[in-house]
């Protein structure tokens, strides 16, 4: 049963830093994987869809990479903005047509 | 692009009675997926279908849950006898095809059970 994890749950920096979110995955066999902001009491707004095959994407100022080897994924964002405040979700496809998702990491970026 | 639309975006129940949830996924849309989410997890798959077809279906969707999508555009959500345990953010997410496998996602239906 593939599970994700991330690390860590919450996450709080100032203004204008780099930083970077830890997704991995127990099994290595996805199709892909999505990273997600959510806003509070909001649905989910998609970030970066990685395919299996690539190990990375990018936009704007965020960039994610994919080791589908060793079942980890990060999201780097630089020069943090308090806008992005929000919990970044990660989810793999696997076999089957749905995601699995990791339980978050709750950013809070400080002016 | 309008974006995947939920009706309603907040349903207050008493224990007991049945709710109906409505997705509207983005036009074109041949998958259309549906997952609950509770306060500080991530969202837990509940169903998918592709165009009317029910493909898949989580261990969590008991027998008290029926999900329909009846011309391959809309679906629909129906919790009957409902239970304190289901109060959690109903989420609908669809997305094109094998060409586009982006998923995107609804504001959600938040559902508490009194």
């Known amino acids: 049963k593939q599970e994700v994890t991330q690390i860590p749950a919450a996450l709080s920096v100032p203004e204008g830093e780099n930083l970077v979110l830890n997704c991995s995955f127990t099994d290595s066999a996805i199709y892909n994987l999505q990273w997600f902001r959510q806003d509070p009491g909001k649905g989910l707004t998609s970030l970066l869809l990685?395919?299996?095959?690539?190990r990375e994407q990018t936009s704007g100022r965020l960039n994610a990479s994919l080791d589908k080897s060793s079942g980890r994924s990060t999201l780097y964002i630089a020069a943090s903005q308090p806008g992005d405040s929000a919990t970044y979700l990660c989810?793999?496809?696997?076999?089957?047509?749905?995601?699995?998702f990791g339980q978050g990491t709750r950013l809070t970026i400080n002016p | 692009d309008t974006g995947v639309s939920q009706d309603p975006r907040h349903k207050i129940t008493k224990r007991g009675q049945n709710v109906t949830f409505r997705c509207d996924p983005i036009s074109e849309h041949n998958r259309l997926y549906w997952y609950r989410q509770t306060l500080g997890q991530g969202p837990e798959f509940l169903t998918y279908f592709q165009n009317e077809a029910q493909l898949e279906k989580s261990r969590l969707l008991s027998d008290r849950f029926s999900a329909e999508r009846p011309k391959g555009s809309f679906s629909t959500l129906e919790i009957q006898r409902t239970e304190q345990g289901d109060s959690a953010m109903y989420l609908c997410a669809s997305s094109l095809d094998f060409r586009e496998e982006t998923q995107y996602f609804g504001p959600g239906t938040r559902l508490l059970v009194l």
């Open positions: 990685i395919q299996s095959s690539q």
């Open positions: 989810a793999v496809r696997d076999g089957a047509q749905k995601l699995v």
